[in-house]
C-alpha cells in the first residue's frame, strides 16, 4: 500500500521546476487536506462553491485556494472574497460578477479563461476565437479589479494520447499567440493550467504552468 506521502512525492518528483502542482481536494475532508499541507503543499483546488466556502475556514490561512471548477455567477460570493485564483472563467456575465465582488471585498481577484479545447460538448469554455476578441476588447475601466492571468483547459477524455497531445498543444500556441499580441497589455497573463491526473504528463510536454492533480495524489475519488 502506497501512503499518501508516496503518492505525493511521486507528483512532486515529475514536475519540471516551472510546473506548479494544484492539489484537487474536491470531496476529500479537512483532515485530509491538513495532512498533505503537513506534507508542505499549499497551493488546493477545489470545484464546488459552498464547499470551498465551508472548508476555508477550518484549514490553515495559508493555503492558495484555487477555484478550478465551472462557477456559477450566483455562487461567486462564496469564495469571493479569500479565492486566489480562478481557472474556469467561461462568460463575460461572470467577469462582471467577479468585478463586483472583488470590489465589495476591497481586492483583486486573478483569474484565466477557460478554453473549450475537447471534442466533448459538455465542457465549458471559450473557443480561440471568442478568447482573442475578449482580449482585444478588455475594459481596463470596467475590470479594474481583474487580473488576467492567463488561460486554463480540459483535454478530451479519451485514451487517444494523440488527440490529447494535439489539443494541448492547440491551447499551448493560443496562449503563446495572445501572450505576444496582448502581454503589453496584461502583463499577468503568463499561466497556462492544462494537466490533471491521467494526462498531466502529455500538459506539461506541452507547456503547462498549473497542473491539476487530485486522484494521483489522494487516491481514487468515491
Ligand atoms: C477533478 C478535477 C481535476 C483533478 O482530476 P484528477 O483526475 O483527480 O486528477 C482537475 N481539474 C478539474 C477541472 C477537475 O474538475
Do not use: C
Request: aromatic residues 6%; without cysteine; proline residues 4%.
Amino acid at each position: 500500500m502506497s501512503t499518501l506521502s508516496d503518492r505525493y512525492h511521486a507528483v512532486l518528483d515529475a514536475l519540471p521546476p516551472n510546473v506548479k502542482l494544484i492539489a484537487v481536494s474536491k470531496t476529500r475532508t479537512v483532515d485530509e487536506i491538513k495532512a498533505l499541507y503537513d506534507l508542505g503543499q499549499r497551493a488546493f483546488g477545489e470545484n464546488y462553491p459552498q464547499e470551498l466556502r465551508d472548508k476555508q475556514p477550518l484549514l490553515p490561512t495559508d493555503i492558495e485556494w484555487h477555484f478550478i471548477g465551472h462557477l456559477q455567477r450566483n455562487k461567486v460570493k462564496y469564495i469571493s472574497s479569500f479565492v486566489h485564483l480562478v481557472h474556469a472563467v467561461d462568460d463575460m456575465a461572470l467577469l462582471d460578477e467577479l468585478q463586483k465582488r472583488a470590489l465589495a471585498a476591497d481586492r483583486s481577484i486573478s483569474l484565466l479563461l477557460q478554453v473549450h479545447i475537447a471534442q466533448e460538448e459538455t465542457k465549458h469554455g471559450f473557443d480561440a476565437n471568442e478568447v482573442r476578441a475578449l482580449m482585444a476588447g478588455w475594459d481596463p475601466v470596467r475590470w479594474d479589479r481583474l487580473v488576467l492571468g492567463g488561460l486554463m483547459g480540459m483535454a478530451t477524455n479519451t485514451d487517444d494520447r494523440e488527440q490529447v497531445r494535439r489539443e494541448f498543444e492547440g491551447l499551448a500556441s493560443l496562449h503563446r499567440e495572445l501572450h505576444s499580441a496582448q502581454g503589453e497589455h496584461h502583463p499577468r497573463f503568463t499561466e497556462l493550467s492544462m494537466g490533471m491526473s491521467g494526462d498531466a504528463d502529455l500538459a506539461i510536454a506541452a507547456g503547462s504552468t498549473l497542473v491539476r492533480i487530485g486522484s494521483s495524489i489522494f487516491g481514487p475519488r468515491g
